[in-house]
Each structure stands twice: as structure tokens, then as C-alpha cells.
């Protein structure tokens, strides 16, 4: 098949993920490990690659040609032609995902679960089984995206790169108190707690519900906040415990910590946040284009 100038799919970028077993330095570690988990590490390596070739097929016979990067090496190229891409697909799981979504702007992002027996997977929406159906259901228009929320993010003025599920403020060490003002309009805390959350709508089932939070639906647009382990002063009450950010709202948290951080969808990329420095969140004027199935964020 010939590509279509006005395919859904083109032009298209291949994210792919890094096997653990492949990784500098495993190979040693692995032959030292248990079996059962050694065996675990490479079926999940082979699925991989069994997934990669499996959508690079589907792909071809769609008439798609895409560019394949990895996700460790997402460098100034790849960059911009996730910027520019039309369709971007991810094989790995979570974490290759939400990587991948802080450089997309105006693609549809479509996650693959290339290791489901050991992969939460959560925000991707196929497997290689069923990868080439719902490739073709996308290019004929039958199989859409979800618009769902992203946070702004600013560091003393400064835009961060948008997260897809959340943030999480914090002391470098976890065993060390969180400390920070937090402001929501006209009402202003300090807190000591070990850490807090700002997850969007897609974030809600993960670190947040952890904590205590409320699973969120995939289509609302607006932000969730919630404290870890408060450290509650007697006689006064913690109004910013938890809360809600709607949309047109600014979040503000002011460092009270010389080694606090911003972790931003996880742990791959961290923005140091120290004393003195603010914080602001709000939700993102901008929508990701998710391909995701709404139910799994049904809060019944």
C-alpha cells in the first residue's frame, strides 16, 4: 500500500523501550539473579522484540513508514519530529509512554504493552495480539483518541515539560521531611508531610490513589492534589490536605527544603527545588490525544 498524504498514521514516530536485558552491565547481574527472575527478564526482552516487529508490520501494511527511536536516546532530532509527528506509538509500558508524552504536541499517542504477564501497562491500550487490529481501526477513523489533561508546569517562571500523569514534590530523600507553603486562591499552609501529589485525571489511579485519592474520569479537565503522611500540629486544622485545581486556577508551592525536587511523571526526569523557589500548576491549556479506553478510570 502506498502512503496516503492524508493518512492518520504518517508522518509517524516509533518509540520503543530498552529491554532490561539488554541494558549495560545486566547481562552479569542476570547470570548472578534467580532463575525464576532471569527468565522473566529475557521472555520479557524477546516479547519485546517480538512486539516492535509486529507493529512495524502493521505499520508497512498501512502504508506507514515510521521513524523508530528509542526511548533513551530521545535526543534534539527526535524531539522535534515527535513534535511533528501526525501518530506516535510506544512499545514498552508505562514508563516509555509517559516519557514520549511530554515531547508530543498535536500527535495521537497509541501505547502497546509489549510485556503484559510483567508490565502494568495501565495507560497503554493494545498488545501485540491485537496491535494490528486497532492500527487499522485507527486509520480508517473508526478507533479515536481521548483529549485528556496535562499539568502545566512552572518553576520560578521557568515552563517545565507538561506531565500526563503527575508530579510529585518532594525531599531528595525519603527517609527526610517535605517541607512547603502551599497556596489555592486566597488560602495559604505550611506543610511537613513526605511529599505531595498533583496528578492529572490519567494520574488518579496511580501514586495519588495510592495515598488516598479519588480515581478521577479520564475526560475531566481538571487537577487533583494530595498530601503524603501530613505531619498534623494539634489544634490546627489542614484545609489544603487534598483538594481539586479546576481549570483557570493556579496551584502554588513554595520550597522550604534545600534538597526538594519536582519529579515529573516519575523519577526519569526530576528538576531540583530548592528553598525559596515556587512552584506553579495548573492544568494545561493543550490536551494529549490518548488512545485509552475510559473505563479503566471509572471511579465506581
Not at 474520569?217 to 505531619?231: C, I, K, N, S, V
Amino acid at each position: 500500500m502506498q502512503p496516503d498524504s492524508d493518512s492518520l498514521l504518517s508522518p509517524c514516530v516509533l518509540v520503543v523501550k530498552t529491554p532490561v536485558a539488554s541494558r549495560k552491565g545486566m547481562a552479569g547481574r542476570l547470570a548472578r539473579s534467580r532463575e525464576g527472575l532471569a527468565g522473566e527478564v529475557e521472555d520479557a526482552a524477546r516479547e519485546q522484540e517480538l512486539t516492535v516487529a509486529a507493529v512495524q508490520e502493521a505499520l508497512a501494511g498501512l502504508g506507514a513508514t515510521p521513524l523508530t527511536v528509542s526511548v533513551d536516546a530521545l535526543d534534539a532530532q527526535a524531539r522535534r519530529a515527535l513534535g511533528r509527528a501526525r501518530f506516535v506509538v510506544t512499545v514498552g509500558g508505562d514508563g516509555t509512554l509517559l516519557a514520549t508524552s511530554h515531547w508530543v504536541t498535536r500527535a495521537g499517542l497509541l501505547g502497546v504493552n509489549s510485556a503484559p504477564k510483567s508490565s502494568v501497562g495501565y495507560l497503554t491500550s493494545t498488545r501485540r495480539a491485537t496491535v494490528a487490529r486497532d492500527l487499522a481501526r485507527i486509520a480508517k477513523g473508526t478507533l479515536l483518541p481521548q483529549a485528556v489533561a496535562r499539568i502545566e508546569v512552572e518553576l520560578d517562571g521557568k515552563r517545565l515539560l507538561p506531565a500526563l500523569n503527575d508530579v510529585l514534590v518532594a525531599h531528595q530523600q525519603p527517609a527526610a521531611t517535605s517541607r512547603y507553603r502551599l497556596r489555592l486562591g486566597r488560602r495559604v499552609e505550611e506543610h511537613r508531610s513526605s511529599g505531595l501529589w498533583v496528578a492529572t485525571p490519567t494520574g488518579s489511579t496511580a501514586g495519588i490513589r495510592s495515598a488516598g485519592g479519588q480515581p478521577m474520569p479520564l475526560g475531566e479537565h481538571r487537577l487533583q492534589f494530595r498530601a503524603r503522611e501530613l505531619y498534623r500540629v494539634k489544634g490546627r486544622s489542614a484545609a489544603l490536605e487534598s483538594g481539586f485545581v479546576e481549570e483557570g486556577q493556579t496551584l502554588e508551592v513554595e520550597s522550604a527544603m534545600e534538597a526538594g525536587w519536582l519529579y515529573i511523571d516519575g523519577a526519569r526526569l526530576a528538576t531540583r527545588f530548592p528553598f525559596g523557589a515556587r512552584a506553579t500548576f495548573r492544568v494545561a491549556e493543550e490536551p494529549l490525544l490518548l488512545f485509552a479506553d475510559p473505563a479503566r478510570w471509572n471511579p465506581a
